[in-house]
């Protein structure tokens, strides 16, 4: 059998296998052999959602357009709404994509002024979220291009890591685990990086993912794929 | 999708599968399939975690309101491009009277130009401005180097 993500899949033969959490060792069956997958509920389900951002998804987005058609006409009251509505999950976006809290906030306020200024070009059939992820992603690729190296700002150290159950030593574990993970995300091509945060972070749906990168549904879903299966060879080699 | 009774199927599928994006029925048959093969499992399961590990940095947020920080660099109405206008009609078109004219007279005076440079001919008007083209310049004072010197210049 060709292994989909190489060197990963000497799991029967006792090695390392994709199955062990990750931060953790491989933990074999009683027969010596990884454990297998089982579907189970909450394995295969999409991430969460924010409140404000269900809420503007629980609307159909009706509300988001009449603002942005009034703001369109020039209305800054309405897209002063707008702005405080998005700005926490463009600025999340923009720090996660370039790994500094100072170049994010800059590069937020860049988004917000250049969609004013793009404004009228917006048409209401787009959603205005992934609208402005798309501005987002031009922009930060203007600097990812320029850098080729991304200095990533650390976890801090009191980060929600998930531990479980368990005592110091397991939530070590997950921190080290946690920082493994974002080096391995800072390692990422930037393409895939931000397919990957749209996805896992923003909880963005194919077909919002397309709008927002500006490609078909057949383009995000191989995308994604090649971004989490390096993402998780990445995070392998942190670990060793 | 392929029959994974036997084949692993592609990783395209075991991360739509994560996603919850595939329809129904192929995603039963590649979760039993999964179920059964350790390397799709592993994968599979992978996946699920890299999300779950990754959910921290959703708590990620901004310390200042950046709706305060642009709001007031937003350029006012008229210096903003305005949306698509409608094409100008009948009525409008006296508003391009002044450019017309303009236009006008700058193409006639470029035709008058030409053509007296073209006609060559001594009857033709010949524009004092024109002498700047002439083999002899402006004024003839010095005509070359040697006649200069000659002069004792």
Not at chain 2, 109 to 119: E, N
Request: net charge positive; proline share 8%; charged share 25%.
């Amino acid at each position: 059998m060709v292994p989909l993500v190489p060197g990963f899949y000497s799991c029967p033969s006792g090695a390392r296998s994709l199955a062990a959490p990750l931060g953790g060792s491989a933990r074999p069956g009683p027969s010596g052999a990884c454990r297998r997958w089982r579907p189970r509920e909450g394995n295969i389900v999409p991430p969460d959602s924010s409140p404000v951002e269900a809420a503007v998804r629980d609307d159909g987005g009706a509300a988001q357009r009449q603002l942005a058609l009034r703001a369109q006409q020039g209305d800054q009251d309405a897209y002063a709404q707008l702005v405080r509505t998005h700005q926490s999950r463009i600025f999340r976006h923009l720090l996660n994509l370039t790994g500094s809290r100072e170049e994010a906030l800059e590069l937020s306020q860049d988004v917000f002024l250049r969609a004013w200024q793009a404004l009228p070009q917006w048409r209401p059939e787009a959603q205005f979220h992934t609208w402005l992820y798309r501005i987002a992603s031009n922009i930060a690729y203007d600097v990812l291009r320029r850098r080729r190296i991304v200095s990533f700002e650390p976890l801090q150290e009191d980060f929600d890591a998930p531990a479980g159950d368990a005592g110091p030593e397991a939530l070590l574990q997950a921190r080290q685990s946690m920082r493994n993970l974002d080096t391995a995300l800072a390692r990422l091509p930037p393409e895939q990086r931000e397919i990957v945060l749209l996805r896992e972070v923003e909880g963005l749906s194919y077909e919002e993912l397309a709008a927002a990168l500006a490609i078909d549904e057949g383009t995000v879903k191989s995308r994604l794929a090649r971004a989490r299966a390096a993402l998780v060879a990445g995070y392998r080699r942190t670990e060793r | 999708m392929k029959d994974h009774a036997g084949a692993c199927p592609p990783v395209e599928d075991l991360s739509a599968l994560v996603d919850g994006a595939l329809p129904a029925r192929d995603a039963q048959e590649l979760a039993r399939h999964a179920a059964r093969c350790p390397a799709c499992g592993a994968t599979v399961e992978a996946f699920g975690r890299v999300r779950a590990q990754l959910q921290p940095l959703r708590a990620r947020a901004p310390d200042v309101d950046i709706a305060a920080l642009v709001l007031p660099r937003l350029p006012r109405w008229p210096d903003r491009p305005r949306a698509r206008r409608a094409a100008p009609g009948w009525r409008d078109l006296w508003q391009f009277g002044p450019r017309a004219l303009g236009g006008a007279a700058a193409l006639g005076a470029g035709v008058y130009l030409g053509l007296a440079l073209l006609a060559g001919s001594a009857g033709a008007v010949r524009p004092s401005g024109m002498t700047v083209f002439d083999a002899e310049p402006v004024g003839a004072l010095c005509a070359g180097l040697p006649s200069c010197a000659a002069r004792g210049r």
